[in-house]
């Protein structure tokens, strides 16, 4: 069995900082991309950034300059540094990865149980 958990979110007051952890851990042989999706009430679940094994990234629009996503290939972990947040990247944050458990398996998409993170003053 795979999981996924997160760790890093709270309240912030307009331009802070958060920096937002996911481990994965379990059967795993290999990670094809691991990254972070957000929801806020009312809202569909969007894409906030998305790392590949092979090292492209991929940022929503809003995030763009204000967010960096890392990953330790080692540790199986990502992390999502966040600056100079806005109200309106209040949501709770996923962790989601695409995990293979056995050699030459198909890749499969793995959820964290999430993590709230308020920008208010």
């Known amino acids: 069995q795979v999981q996924l958990v997160e760790s890093g979110g709270g309240l912030v007051q307009p331009g802070g900082s958060l920096r937002l952890s996911c481990a994965a851990s379990g059967s795993i042989f290999s990670i094809y991309y691991m990254g972070w999706y957000r929801q806020a009430p009312g809202n569909q679940r969007e894409l906030v950034a998305r790392l590949v094994s092979g090292g492209s990234t991929n940022y929503a629009d809003s995030v763009k300059g204000r967010f960096t996503i890392s990953r330790d290939n080692a540790k199986n972990t990502v992390c999502l540094q966040m600056n100079n947040l806005k109200p309106e990247d209040t949501a709770v944050y996923y962790c989601?990865?695409?995990?293979?458990?056995?050699?030459?398996?198909?890749?499969?998409?793995?959820w964290g149980q999430g993590t709230q993170v308020t920008v208010s003053s």
């Open positions: 989601k990865a695409r995990i293979t458990t056995v050699v030459d398996g198909p890749g499969y998409d793995y």
